[in-house]
């Protein structure tokens, strides 16, 4: 543990014993991966909801990330959890006014929804194909069929209806799903890092961009892969989105600290010294100056000028990447960085890496790439994307 000089001539060099972090890295990708499901709900909902047509040749593929990444939100908590079998009891023993429970109700709901609407999104190729497969994977595919093995012109419209009411209402949905995780820690008046209104807000904007910036880097990963032809237009568009989502997110991260820092009051003499100190290398230098500043101007660029071809494509994958980790930075810094303040608000606990491990950094790693391997997987069962070949 290490001390740091508070203003006003405050007592220094003495923090209280029990003060030590106890959430890690389980719970930073925790709300970063519920932030990508978000985010990339919100993609398939634009074209669903909002009629843009430029997103329609991608809401597959963004509803199919949402789905793959929400299979992993509630991982890390279980790890996390020291009996993670013990998660279920706040379905058995409901309580309404805890908000973790709350969170369990609204995650388990959101998955049932993204699962409807995969589903009606892929009825009509479900039916294709248990009709043409045989064996175990035809008893599968029939299944799925859930027994209507006909698709008439008039299901597609309804099913077209029912998928365009399930994305309005999943909006609100997605949005109290990683909302709520900035309302806990808002919520906790006693850390003067954590207390704003702002918290949930900044938390839900900043999972839009995180979901986006991942969405473009997959597409155009995906798309060199199979060397299949970039659609630029799409890339134009989210690219413009993108960086205005992420103008008011980083507004907003900016005013809770010039808000503090303007107001002068007892938060500013705690959050002060923890940003010249412990946090000024990830949060000054790494989450503003570079990871911010620098892709507001990258893709600035690339939203407002003429560039096309591949230098947009490096532009935009560029910005993009650097917006993952300035989002992976944020969630670090607000939840580390909030239980580095000692509870006498005196000098500050260090924040040790753990490498192997339940919460350590290769079982981090693991649980973020297991909803890419479970992507990969889905795709090499359903097509993806319009200009796909379907497997016979």
């Known amino acids: 543990m290490t001390s740091s000089t508070l203003p006003n001539e405050a007592l220094v060099n003495y923090i209280f014993p029990n003060t030590h972090i106890d959430w890690s890295l389980m719970i930073v990708i925790y709300p970063y991966i519920t932030g990508l499901v978000a985010g990339a709900f919100v993609v398939s909902a634009l074209y669903h909801v909002f009629n843009v047509k430029t997103f329609e040749r991608i809401s597959r593929f963004a509803l199919i990330a949402?789905?793959?990444?929400?299979?992993?939100?509630?991982?890390?908590?279980?790890?996390?959890?020291?009996?993670?079998?013990?998660?279920?009891?706040?379905?058995?023993?409901?309580?309404?006014?805890?908000?973790?429970?709350?969170?369990g109700y609204v995650y388990a709901s959101y998955m049932l929804l993204l699962t409807v609407e995969l589903w009606l999104t892929y009825r009509e190729?479900?039916?294709?194909?248990?009709?043409?497969?045989?064996?175990?994977?035809?008893?599968?595919?029939?299944?799925?069929?859930?027994g209507v093995r006909t698709y008439t012109p008039e299901a597609a419209r309804v099913d077209h209806k029912v998928t365009v009411f399930l994305a309005?209402?999943?909006?609100?949905?997605?949005?109290?799903?990683?909302?709520?995780?900035?309302?806990?820690?808002?919520?906790?008046?006693?850390?003067?890092?954590?207390?704003?209104?702002?918290q949930p807000i900044v938390f839900l904007v900043s999972a839009i961009v995180s979901g986006m910036a991942m969405l473009l880097l997959m597409y155009t990963f995906i798309r060199w892969r199979a060397r299949k032809a970039y659609d630029l237009d799409m890339i134009k568009t989210m690219t413009i989105y993108l960086w205005c989502i992420f103008l008011l997110a980083f507004t907003l991260e900016t005013l809770e600290v010039v808000y503090a820092a303007y107001e002068q009051g007892h938060h500013w003499t705690v959050i002060g010294p923890l940003l010249a100190g412990p946090l000024f290398d990830s949060f000054v230098i790494g989450q503003v100056l570079t990871l911010s500043v620098l892709p507001?101007?990258?893709?600035?660029?690339?939203?407002?000028?003429?560039?096309?071809?591949?230098?947009?494509?490096?532009?935009?994958?560029?910005?993009?990447?650097?917006?993952?980790?300035?989002?992976?930075?944020?969630?670090?810094?607000?939840?580390?960085?909030?239980?580095?303040?000692?509870?006498?608000?005196?000098?500050?606990?260090?924040?040790?890496?753990?490498?192997?491990?339940?919460?350590?950094?290769?079982?981090?790693?693991?649980?973020?790439?297991?909803?890419?391997?479970?992507?990969?997987?889905?795709?090499?069962?359903?097509?993806?994307?319009?200009?796909?070949?379907?497997?016979?």
Not at 125 to 141: L, M, N
Not at 173 to 197: D, E, M, R
Not at 334 to 362: C, N, P, T, W, Y
Request: charge should be positive.
């Open 66 to 103: 949402a789905f793959c990444f929400g299979l992993f939100a509630g991982v890390p908590l279980l790890l996390h959890l020291g009996q993670p079998q013990r998660a279920f009891n706040i379905f058995l023993t409901p309580n309404t006014t805890s908000a973790m429970s709350i969170f």
């Open 125 to 146: 190729y479900i039916i294709q194909r248990a009709k043409e497969t045989k064996g175990i994977p035809g008893v599968i595919w029939n299944v799925l069929t859930l």
């Open 168 to 198: 309005a209402i999943g909006i609100p949905w997605a949005f109290l799903l990683h909302g709520y995780v900035g309302f806990i820690f808002g919520s906790v008046k006693a850390n003067a890092w954590w207390a704003t209104p702002l």
């Open 296 to 392: 507001i101007l990258i893709l600035g660029y690339a939203a407002l000028s003429n560039v096309w071809g591949k230098p947009l494509l490096y532009l935009v994958n560029i910005g993009a990447f650097l917006l993952v980790l300035q989002v992976l930075f944020m969630r670090f810094n607000v939840v580390v960085g909030g239980q580095m303040l000692s509870k006498s608000d005196r000098g500050f606990a260090e924040f040790h890496l753990e490498v192997l491990g339940r919460e350590g950094l290769i079982m981090a790693i693991i649980v973020f790439a297991a909803p890419f391997v479970t992507y990969y997987i889905i795709s090499r069962i359903i097509p993806i994307f319009d200009d796909q070949p379907v497997r016979g």
